[in-house]
């Protein structure tokens, strides 16, 4: 199992590249870059790769909808060629808020856009010619469109690896589904190790039955806020604000499926009062109303002997790739001690 860590959308990217110098020496194997309507992830990405030597840098994630697949291959090929071989691209459909608030593009057709996408980009990676007509992308352009110039080209430089793995942040069935047949690796949010299979076994399955075998197994990353001792629990809390944000305010009340998880996962009249409260404004009664459960479940926060049976739980759910949050006075004391544990 691999150890890595999110470095969130809303912090300074200088200071975010001196703590990710520590952590690749305390044994950090990933690092994942988010990206909302803040700073942009390559960015980062770029400069990481420029400070670090060996940890894997990935985009968790760049959205389906602002970039072209073209400028997707781009920026794959050109953060692999900077990092020595360590990008991951992670994709994702983002939300409609986003997406149609910030980028100004229509929300349309998520799941065929990102197959698409994964089959164009890593033609583009092979230096494939491209020559694509599909639902939602012709590449080149028909004569009839535009000046009718286009013709089909290749990749213009050589990149550093043929393949670079491509990631896939997945909640509902039919893109679990999909992303199980096709995807290098998969990124959910707010797992529930114990009950990952009831919610997404089904899907997980089906799609693996169509996976082509030169993919190999598909990767999971997955995991929670970290806290080792005999009296952090109450640390716990401190999840509070990000549980309710997504679950009551990560989009419109009947659009938001980090809700319609938490629902899945048995918590649906949690869910709708923490949306209902959240969505008023009262964002702190909404805080509260998150379940302890659901904290503990999808956290890592207790006695080293607790905290270890979470790791267990979450590597017998299949998770290959534990996604650590560290939250404690000595951050890479915690990530050496949880490296440690999963190796």
Same mark, same amino acid.
């Given at each position: 199992?691999?150890?890595?860590?999110?470095?969130? %959308?809303?912090?300074?990217?200088?200071?975010?590249?001196?703590?990710?110098?520590?952590?690749?020496? &305390?044994?950090?194997? =990933?690092?994942?870059v988010?990206?909302?309507?803040? $700073?942009?992830?390559?960015?980062?990405?770029?400069?990481?790769?420029?400070?670090?030597?060996?940890?894997e840098?990935?985009?968790?994630?760049?959205?389906? $909808?602002?970039? @072209?697949?073209?400028?997707?291959?781009? @920026?794959?090929?050109?953060?692999? !060629?900077?990092?020595?071989?360590?990008?991951?691209?992670?994709?994702?459909?983002?939300?409609?808020?986003?997406?149609?608030?910030?980028?100004?593009?229509?929300?349309?057709?998520?799941?065929?856009?990102?197959?698409?996408?994964?089959?164009?980009?890593?033609?583009?990676?092979?230096?494939?010619?491209?020559?694509?007509?599909?639902? !939602? $992308?012709? +590449?080149?352009?028909?004569?009839d469109?535009?000046?009718?110039?286009?013709?089909?080209?290749?990749?213009? =430089?050589?990149?550093?690896?043929s393949?670079?793995?491509? %990631?896939?942040?997945?909640?509902?069935?039919?893109?679990?589904?999909?992303? &199980?047949?096709? *995807?290098?690796?998969?990124?959910?949010?707010?797992?529930?190790?114990?009950?990952a299979?009831?919610?997404?076994?089904?899907?997980?399955?089906?799609?693996? &039955?169509k996976?082509?075998?030169?993919?190999?197994?598909?990767?999971?990353?997955?995991?929670?806020?970290?806290?080792?001792?005999?009296? /952090?629990?109450?640390?716990?809390?401190?999840?509070?604000?990000? $549980?309710?944000?997504?679950?009551?305010?990560?989009?419109?009340? #009947?659009?938001?499926?980090?809700?319609?998880?938490?629902?899945? %996962? *048995?918590?649906?009249?949690?869910?709708?009062? +923490?949306? #209902?409260?959240?969505?008023?404004?009262?964002?702190?009664?909404?805080?509260?109303? /998150?379940?302890?459960?659901?904290?503990?479940?999808? !956290?890592? /926060?207790?006695?080293?002997?607790?905290?270890?049976?979470?790791?267990?739980?979450?590597?017998?759910?299949?998770?290959?790739?534990?996604q650590?949050?560290?939250?404690? #006075?000595?951050?890479?004391?915690? +990530?050496?001690?949880?490296?440690?544990?999963?190796?």
């Amino acid at each position: 199992m691999k150890l890595s860590t999110m470095l969130m %959308y809303d912090g300074n990217p200088r200071d975010a590249a001196d703590q990710v110098v520590s952590w690749e020496k &305390a044994g950090l194997d =990933t690092v994942w870059v988010a990206e909302a309507y803040g $700073f942009d992830s390559p960015t980062l990405m770029g400069y990481l790769a420029a400070r670090t030597e060996t940890i894997e840098i990935g985009a968790a994630i760049l959205n389906i $909808f602002s970039r @072209t697949p073209g400028t997707l291959a781009q @920026t794959a090929a050109g953060l692999d !060629n900077v990092s020595g071989g360590r990008a991951i691209l992670g994709l994702g459909a983002s939300g409609p808020q986003v997406i149609e608030g910030w980028h100004g593009m229509p929300y349309e057709r998520p799941l065929g856009r990102t197959r698409e996408i994964v089959e164009i980009v890593r033609a583009m990676m092979r230096r494939e010619r491209i020559d694509h007509q599909g639902k !939602n $992308f012709t +590449i080149p352009l028909p004569a009839d469109q535009g000046l009718g110039l286009g013709k089909p080209l290749k990749m213009l =430089t050589r990149p550093e690896r043929s393949v670079v793995p491509i %990631y896939i942040a997945a909640l509902g069935e039919k893109n679990v589904k999909a992303t &199980a047949e096709y *995807g290098d690796g998969w990124l959910p949010f707010l797992y529930v190790p114990e009950k990952a299979d009831d919610v997404w076994g089904d899907s997980l399955r089906e799609g693996g &039955a169509k996976r082509p075998a030169d993919l190999g197994p598909l990767e999971t990353v997955a995991g929670g806020m970290v806290a080792i001792g005999d009296d /952090v629990k109450s640390l716990l809390d401190f999840a509070r604000p990000m $549980f309710a944000l997504y679950i009551g305010g990560m989009g419109a009340r #009947d659009k938001n499926f980090y809700n319609e998880l938490a629902c899945r %996962y *048995g918590y649906e009249k949690e869910a709708a009062e +923490i949306q #209902d409260l959240y969505l008023s404004g009262k964002k702190q009664e909404a805080e509260a109303k /998150v379940p302890l459960e659901l904290l503990e479940l999808c !956290n890592l /926060v207790g006695p080293a002997s607790y905290v270890q049976e979470r790791i267990a739980a979450f590597r017998e759910s299949g998770v290959t790739n534990l996604q650590i949050m560290p939250v404690s #006075d000595d951050p890479v004391g915690t +990530i050496r001690q949880m490296k440690e544990w999963v190796s």
